[in-house]
């Protein structure tokens, strides 16, 4: 009996794998300007849904037009068809309205589009197909429009699905939790 006390007393005194580690944080350095223009280019890119590749094609566009440059950047961004559809409260997320469109669910002047990056002009129709309204993710749709406040660049009519493009959307519309500026900077360099 003594000799089970004592094996047994010595199975606790180990300390393996039980022992708690205490874990080594390391200190974060701070950021410098050329990590801080990525770290907001980065927050477009993953806002928006697009890759590098059509980011510097719309820093392009918005060079070449002239004028304001934030503005046409800015511009370029939210004409995207699938952030339109967002914007009109077609979708939750900008992501949802990305699989809307891809689904073919879309009408643009009565056209089907099926393409996302596809840029709308002022005084485009957007609107969802009649065979689509009975679908699963547009049936409660019409209760949502009704307390939904679309942006000024826009008007939503709830009844028909359907909004239409006023005016082109300037930054001074579009409050987004980013700095164009810095998306500027970093594509200047």
């Known amino acids: 009996m003594v000799q089970d006390q004592k094996s047994h007393e010595e199975i606790n005194m180990y300390k393996g794998p039980q022992r708690k580690f205490e874990r080594k944080t390391r200190s974060r350095a701070r950021l410098s300007a050329f990590g801080i223009q990525l770290l907001e280019k980065q927050k477009v890119r993953n806002l928006y849904g697009i890759r590098e590749k059509m980011l510097k094609k719309y820093f392009a566009q918005a060079s070449q037009k002239g004028g304001?440059?934030?503005?046409?950047?800015?511009?370029?961004?939210?004409?995207?068809?699938?952030?339109?559809?967002?914007?009109?409260?077609?979708?939750?997320?900008?992501?949802?309205?990305?699989?809307?469109?891809?689904h073919g669910h879309i009408l643009v002047n009565g056209r089907r589009i099926n393409i996302p990056s596809h840029l709308v002009k002022a005084g485009d129709d957007i609107s969802i197909r009649k065979q689509s309204t009975k679908k699963g993710v547009f049936t409660n749709l019409l209760t949502s429009l009704k307390k939904y406040k679309c942006p000024a660049w826009m008007k939503l009519t709830p009844a028909s699905f359907s909004g239409k493009i006023l005016q082109l959307p300037t930054s001074n519309d579009i409050a987004e939790p980013y700095n164009i500026s810095l998306i500027i900077e970093y594509y200047s360099r």
């Not at 339109?84 to 900008?94: K, M």
Request: charged share 25%; hydrophobic share 45%.
């Open 68 to 102: 304001d440059f934030t503005s046409s950047l800015v511009s370029l961004l939210e004409r995207r068809l699938d952030n339109v559809v967002f914007r009109l409260g077609f979708a939750i997320t900008r992501s949802q309205a990305r699989q809307i469109v891809n």
